[in-house]
Protein backbone atom coordinates (compact mmCIF):
# COMPACT_ATOMS: atom_id res chain seq x y z
CA UNK A 1 0.00 0.00 0.00
CA UNK A 2 0.77 3.70 -0.06
CA UNK A 3 1.62 5.45 3.05
CA UNK A 4 2.85 8.68 3.69
CA UNK A 5 3.36 10.47 7.22
CA UNK A 6 3.74 13.93 8.38
CA UNK A 7 3.36 15.01 12.11
CA UNK A 8 0.19 16.85 13.03
CA UNK A 9 1.34 19.90 13.97
CA UNK A 10 3.73 21.76 14.86
CA UNK A 11 4.82 25.31 16.70
CA UNK A 12 7.27 27.59 16.50
CA UNK A 13 8.70 31.42 16.93
CA UNK A 14 8.65 33.91 14.69
CA UNK A 15 12.13 34.29 13.17
CA UNK A 16 13.33 30.82 14.03
CA UNK A 17 13.77 28.05 11.87
CA UNK A 18 11.16 24.64 11.53
CA UNK A 19 12.04 21.42 9.79
CA UNK A 20 8.90 19.61 8.49
CA UNK A 21 9.61 15.65 8.42
CA UNK A 22 7.94 13.40 5.80
CA UNK A 23 8.51 10.12 5.34
CA UNK A 24 7.29 7.53 2.63
CA UNK A 25 6.08 4.32 1.29
CA UNK A 26 4.79 3.97 -2.39
CA UNK A 27 4.52 1.72 -5.35
CA UNK A 28 7.93 3.29 -6.72
CA UNK A 29 8.90 6.55 -6.85
CA UNK A 30 8.72 9.57 -9.24
CA UNK A 31 9.51 12.65 -7.19
CA UNK A 32 8.38 14.28 -4.05
CA UNK A 33 6.39 17.76 -3.47
CA UNK A 34 5.93 19.82 -0.69
CA UNK A 35 3.04 22.16 -1.16
CA UNK A 36 1.74 25.34 1.30
CA UNK A 37 -2.02 25.28 1.99
CA UNK A 38 -3.95 28.43 3.85
CA UNK A 39 -6.95 27.63 5.85
CA UNK A 40 -10.00 27.50 3.08
CA UNK A 41 -7.58 27.88 -0.15
CA UNK A 42 -5.90 25.84 -2.57
CA UNK A 43 -2.59 24.45 -1.75
CA UNK A 44 0.50 25.74 -3.81
CA UNK A 45 3.52 24.63 -5.35
CA UNK A 46 6.60 25.19 -3.15
CA UNK A 47 9.35 22.63 -3.93
CA UNK A 48 9.82 19.39 -5.79
CA UNK A 49 12.80 16.74 -5.33
CA UNK A 50 13.88 13.46 -7.04
CA UNK A 51 16.62 13.00 -6.79
CA UNK A 52 18.79 12.71 -3.48
CA UNK A 53 19.66 16.15 -1.66
CA UNK A 54 19.26 19.35 -0.72
CA UNK A 55 16.88 21.86 -2.78
CA UNK A 56 16.99 25.57 -1.94
CA UNK A 57 14.70 28.07 -2.65
CA UNK A 58 14.71 31.21 -0.68
CA UNK A 59 13.50 30.89 2.65
CA UNK A 60 12.65 27.24 1.66
CA UNK A 61 14.38 24.28 1.12
CA UNK A 62 13.63 20.81 0.49
CA UNK A 63 15.99 17.18 1.04
CA UNK A 64 15.18 14.18 -0.28
CA UNK A 65 16.85 10.60 0.64
CA UNK A 66 14.79 7.88 -1.33
CA UNK A 67 17.04 5.60 0.23
CA UNK A 68 15.38 5.79 3.59
CA UNK A 69 12.11 6.65 1.89
CA UNK A 70 12.73 10.39 3.96
CA UNK A 71 12.10 14.29 2.98
CA UNK A 72 11.92 17.43 5.04
CA UNK A 73 11.48 21.11 4.35
CA UNK A 74 12.86 23.57 6.28
CA UNK A 75 11.27 27.31 6.71
CA UNK A 76 14.40 29.43 7.68
CA UNK A 77 13.58 33.09 9.23
CA UNK A 78 9.89 32.24 9.89
CA UNK A 79 7.34 34.89 9.53
CA UNK A 80 3.90 34.74 10.75
CA UNK A 81 2.02 34.29 7.10
CA UNK A 82 4.10 31.15 7.29
CA UNK A 83 1.52 29.91 9.24
CA UNK A 84 -0.04 27.18 7.29
CA UNK A 85 -0.20 23.43 6.17
CA UNK A 86 2.29 22.14 4.46
CA UNK A 87 1.54 18.91 2.28
CA UNK A 88 3.85 16.09 1.62
CA UNK A 89 2.94 14.21 -1.80
CA UNK A 90 4.60 11.57 -3.47
CA UNK A 91 4.61 10.42 -7.14
CA UNK A 92 4.83 6.99 -7.51
CA UNK A 93 5.83 4.84 -10.74
CA UNK A 94 2.07 5.17 -12.27
CA UNK A 95 2.02 8.86 -12.21
CA UNK A 96 -0.24 8.83 -9.16
CA UNK A 97 0.06 11.35 -6.64
CA UNK A 98 -0.62 10.42 -2.89
CA UNK A 99 -0.67 12.97 -0.22
CA UNK A 100 0.33 13.31 3.68
CA UNK A 101 -2.43 14.43 5.84
CA UNK A 102 -0.11 17.83 6.41
CA UNK A 103 1.07 18.81 9.20
CA UNK A 104 -0.10 22.99 10.79
CA UNK A 105 2.30 25.27 11.33
CA UNK A 106 1.62 27.63 13.86
CA UNK A 107 4.17 30.66 14.13
CA UNK A 108 4.22 32.83 16.95
CA UNK A 109 4.90 36.15 17.68
CA UNK B 1 -3.47 33.91 -17.56
CA UNK B 2 -3.23 30.02 -17.69
CA UNK B 3 -5.02 28.35 -14.99
CA UNK B 4 -7.79 26.28 -13.37
CA UNK B 5 -10.93 27.48 -12.61
CA UNK B 6 -13.84 26.06 -9.74
CA UNK B 7 -17.28 27.04 -9.59
CA UNK B 8 -19.05 27.65 -7.49
CA UNK B 9 -16.86 28.65 -4.37
CA UNK B 10 -19.54 27.34 -1.98
CA UNK B 11 -22.31 25.27 -2.46
CA UNK B 12 -25.30 24.18 -0.17
CA UNK B 13 -27.29 20.90 -1.22
CA UNK B 14 -29.88 20.04 0.69
CA UNK B 15 -30.92 16.04 1.34
CA UNK B 16 -31.20 13.48 -1.67
CA UNK B 17 -30.00 16.28 -3.96
CA UNK B 18 -27.03 15.75 -6.72
CA UNK B 19 -25.17 19.15 -7.00
CA UNK B 20 -22.47 19.45 -9.55
CA UNK B 21 -19.20 21.63 -9.51
CA UNK B 22 -17.51 23.10 -12.05
CA UNK B 23 -13.95 22.62 -12.69
CA UNK B 24 -12.10 24.42 -16.11
CA UNK B 25 -8.41 24.71 -17.00
CA UNK B 26 -7.02 26.36 -19.86
CA UNK B 27 -3.55 24.98 -19.07
CA UNK B 28 -3.82 22.03 -22.28
CA UNK B 29 -3.41 19.51 -19.24
CA UNK B 30 -4.24 16.02 -19.93
CA UNK B 31 -4.84 14.81 -16.81
CA UNK B 32 -7.21 16.44 -14.65
CA UNK B 33 -8.06 14.72 -10.64
CA UNK B 34 -10.86 15.83 -8.11
CA UNK B 35 -9.78 15.70 -4.32
CA UNK B 36 -11.94 15.52 -1.25
CA UNK B 37 -10.28 17.72 2.16
CA UNK B 38 -12.43 16.98 5.28
CA UNK B 39 -10.89 18.93 7.93
CA UNK B 40 -7.65 18.59 9.46
CA UNK B 41 -7.40 15.80 6.79
CA UNK B 42 -5.18 15.22 4.02
CA UNK B 43 -6.55 15.61 0.24
CA UNK B 44 -8.21 12.15 -0.88
CA UNK B 45 -8.65 10.78 -4.52
CA UNK B 46 -11.98 10.98 -5.72
CA UNK B 47 -11.65 10.85 -9.54
CA UNK B 48 -9.12 11.01 -11.89
CA UNK B 49 -8.83 11.33 -15.92
CA UNK B 50 -5.44 11.00 -17.69
CA UNK B 51 -7.75 11.53 -21.16
CA UNK B 52 -10.96 12.83 -23.15
CA UNK B 53 -13.67 10.03 -22.99
CA UNK B 54 -11.45 8.30 -19.99
CA UNK B 55 -11.59 8.83 -16.63
CA UNK B 56 -10.80 6.29 -13.81
CA UNK B 57 -11.91 5.91 -9.81
CA UNK B 58 -9.99 7.09 -7.02
CA UNK B 59 -10.13 6.03 -3.66
CA UNK B 60 -13.55 7.16 -2.66
CA UNK B 61 -15.41 7.20 -5.80
CA UNK B 62 -18.86 5.98 -4.24
CA UNK B 63 -21.32 8.60 -4.24
CA UNK B 64 -19.49 10.47 -6.79
CA UNK B 65 -19.54 10.60 -10.61
CA UNK B 66 -17.38 12.42 -13.40
CA UNK B 67 -17.40 12.90 -17.10
CA UNK B 68 -14.50 14.29 -19.50
CA UNK B 69 -16.39 15.12 -22.51
CA UNK B 70 -13.46 18.03 -23.65
CA UNK B 71 -9.87 18.50 -22.19
CA UNK B 72 -10.99 21.61 -20.66
CA UNK B 73 -13.62 20.46 -18.30
CA UNK B 74 -14.00 17.78 -15.69
CA UNK B 75 -17.28 17.85 -13.65
CA UNK B 76 -17.86 16.24 -10.91
CA UNK B 77 -21.49 15.64 -9.57
CA UNK B 78 -22.15 14.42 -5.77
CA UNK B 79 -24.97 12.25 -5.96
CA UNK B 80 -27.70 11.67 -3.52
CA UNK B 81 -25.78 8.48 -2.42
CA UNK B 82 -22.92 10.10 -0.85
CA UNK B 83 -24.20 10.09 2.52
CA UNK B 84 -21.29 12.85 4.16
CA UNK B 85 -20.73 14.95 1.63
CA UNK B 86 -19.83 18.33 3.32
CA UNK B 87 -16.16 18.77 2.68
CA UNK B 88 -13.24 21.40 0.73
CA UNK B 89 -13.46 20.06 -2.95
CA UNK B 90 -10.06 20.55 -5.01
CA UNK B 91 -9.82 20.00 -8.88
CA UNK B 92 -6.27 19.64 -10.20
CA UNK B 93 -4.35 19.20 -13.30
CA UNK B 94 -0.91 18.04 -14.35
CA UNK B 95 0.95 17.22 -17.39
CA UNK B 96 3.16 14.52 -17.20
CA UNK B 97 5.60 13.95 -14.10
CA UNK B 98 5.09 17.64 -12.94
CA UNK B 99 3.58 18.84 -9.99
CA UNK B 100 -0.57 19.61 -9.77
CA UNK B 101 -1.87 23.44 -10.30
CA UNK B 102 -4.81 23.75 -8.42
CA UNK B 103 -8.15 25.38 -8.35
CA UNK B 104 -9.46 27.20 -5.59
CA UNK B 105 -11.83 24.74 -4.13
CA UNK B 106 -15.64 24.87 -4.10
CA UNK B 107 -16.58 23.96 -0.54
CA UNK B 108 -19.90 22.03 -0.35
CA UNK B 109 -22.31 22.00 2.70
CA UNK B 110 -25.33 20.22 3.37
CA UNK B 111 -28.25 21.80 4.58
Known amino acids: GQNIDQPTEMTATEGAIVQINCTYQ??????LFWYQQHAGEAPTFLSY????GLEEKGRFSSFLSRSKGYSYLLLKELQMKDSASYLC??????????FGSGTKLNVKP | DGGITQSPKYLFRKEGQNVTLSCEQN?????MYWYRQDPGQGLRLIYY???????QKGDIAEGYSVSREKKESFPLTVTSAQKNPTAFYLC??????????FGSGTRLTVV
Open chain 2, 92 to 101: ASTQGAYGYT
Open chain 1, 26 to 31: TSGFNG
Open chain 1, 49 to 52: NVLD
Open chain 1, 89 to 98: AVLNNFNKFY
Open chain 2, 27 to 31: LNHDA
Open chain 2, 49 to 55: SQIVNDF
